[in-house]
């Protein structure tokens, strides 16, 4: 699997991916049953409120190699300060009509 990691920008001041790492590399929580090797290929920010940028971001990542895209739980599920991204559902699914289908999303890390 090679994952495009997209993350909150609001959150980069406190957070520095260390669980999303962890958890790819333990093959925990979302990660858990994949069997293959995870290797990132990419680490970008939605790029700052409303998260637009992340779509143009995660067509980026897929043309350099990425066959996942994964949504950070900052934004899916507010992490670390329970406070989820208010455009999270409507980023994912600009991404999703942007990339298509033969791209996995996953919408949260740990
Ligand atoms: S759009 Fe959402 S994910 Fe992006 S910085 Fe704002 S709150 Fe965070």
Known sequence: MKVGLIRCMQTEDMCPATTCFKVMNTK????????EDIEVVGV???????????VTRAVEMVKRGADTIVLASCITRGNPIGFACPHAEQMKSAIEKKIGKSINIIDYTH
Request: charged residues 25%.
């Open 28 to 35: 925990k929580l979302a990660f858990e049953g994949i069997e």
């Open 44 to 54: 970008n920010t939605c790029g700052g409120c409303p998260g637009k940028k992340a």
